[in-house]
């Protein structure tokens, strides 16, 4: 992936923490644009995802030491049986528990929990508790999307759909946005956006618009997808593994709220947009002399797909199309005429590393092309997903010293006699400040769900409840946060300063919240109906 533009010299940019769910959460990209140089003083950046999971590990396994130890009894599916929590004698000294954090990061990816004991073990013999599968389909869905985008079907797809749409503005709008939110609630699309502002700047120029809705399509459209992420593997596909449920549990409450906030983004982004065209004064970025060179190259026709272009957007589209079928529950939603594959991690990584190997052939990269772009979009994604062995890797320090069902027993009480509804809506308030501290949504999904999702069995809600909440607040979150090379390398393409978009975007934040909220609220009142488990 290449940007088509450059941000101007001086121009900030954040760290590269992934948007909600995207390859890299550890550091700058070869897509993000470059830091500011100079002789000043440096700046203080927020610490990347890697060092926040490495810090909440220190500190966690400190807190086991004074937490106290204890157990639910558990039904036959592993749920905690509410009244049964009771005090356990630890099992493990100080030299046990020291090894335990030593060997956080392996058994994260493949430690082992020993049946007799219950401790997590590199070596041990019982059931799987590592991230093992979640990390092989991180970059075998890296491959496939780097492997489409070196393909440059997917850059040419957009151009030509906008040219063809240009003399239709509004629908042209709606469109492109809601291409972008597709691309966020499918596959978590958010750094792939950078190589989008340069098509669409002029573009958006041309027609009579300004920078801030070039940067809205882009932007609000990829992050309301992302935030109503319906089988997005970096935060609903991670987060249901964490969960101990299927990613196809809760679709179609996810589904309803894609179709809704992508309704109000994109009738947020119109309204905007024609009033800057009605009168170009209330523009929040005034058109310049620069704005005027730039909106004529906006008028030279995209080049035409190929049929090789058409081939590669088919198998893209195809393969996520194939992966909701194979993920979703069809009997649970009362549709028997549809086969149940039930595929899990193992078959969908399979999946998206053959996809890549046919994207690639298609695309006329070659045998050598293809193999080194999947290399590449492996390795580009490790960050990723070597931030949800981190964190699976707290999740098994605290289970090795049994203190897991403690705080599960503690935030019990704090929950216990609420609604239904305003479980829901807590679930979303809880998420909110974890999101801002650990910006990647995988992250976040595999630090925060094996301690919120058994909380809705005490609630008498799906599971699938608390991880539609805890990817809204992360999306929602990353929408504004600093933190984002997705927002501030956006912003810096786009030319517009984060004061700007901020003055723009804060009406559309809260309308999104209060919405979120609802669909919470609307879940848990109907339960089975629409959270599908």
Known sequence: MSTSTTPPAGTPAGPADRHPGGPDDTGP????????????????????????????????WALTFVIPAGRYDTAPDGAPIPGT????????????????LFLSPVNGLYGVTDAGTGLTTPGAEGSFAGAAGVFLFILAVGAFITVTMRTGALDLGVARLAHRLRGHRTLLLVVLLTVFSLGGTTYGMAEETLGFYGLMVPLMLTLGYDRMVAAAVIMVGAGVGTLASTVNPFATGVASDSAGIGTGDGILLRLAMWACLTAIAAWYVVRYAGRVLADPSRSLTPVTDEDRVLA??????????????????????????????????????GITFLPALGWYFPELAALFIVAAGVAGLVGGLGEQGTAEA?????????????????????????????????????LQSAVSGTSHGVFGVLMLLVNIPLAFFVPSSSGHAALAMPILAPLADFAGVSRSLVVTAYQSASGWVNLITPTSAVVMGGLALARIRYDQYLRFIAPLMGTLLLAVGGFLVLGAALGQGLTSK
């Open 29 to 60: 990209g070869p897509d993000s644009p470059p830091a500011p140089s100079g002789g000043g003083r440096r700046r203080l950046r927020f610490p990347s995802a890697f060092t926040v999971l490495v810090a909440v590990t220190i500190i966690v």
């Open 85 to 100: 929590y009771h005090a356990v004698d630890r099992s493990t000294d100080f030299l046990d528990r020291l090894k335990d």
């Open 296 to 333: 004529s190259q906006g008028e030279e026709a995209a080049a035409a797909l190929t049929g090789r272009h058409r081939a590669v957007l088919g198998v893209f589209a195809g393969t996520f199309l194939f992966m909701i079928f194979a993920v979703v529950p069809w009997a649970d939603l």
């Open 374 to 410: 999947i290399t590449r979009g492996a390795g580009d994604f490790a960050g990723a997903a070597m931030i949800v062995m981190l964190a699976r890797g707290v999740t098994v320090i605290m289970n090795n010293a049994s203190v897991t069902d403690t705080i599960l027993n503690g």
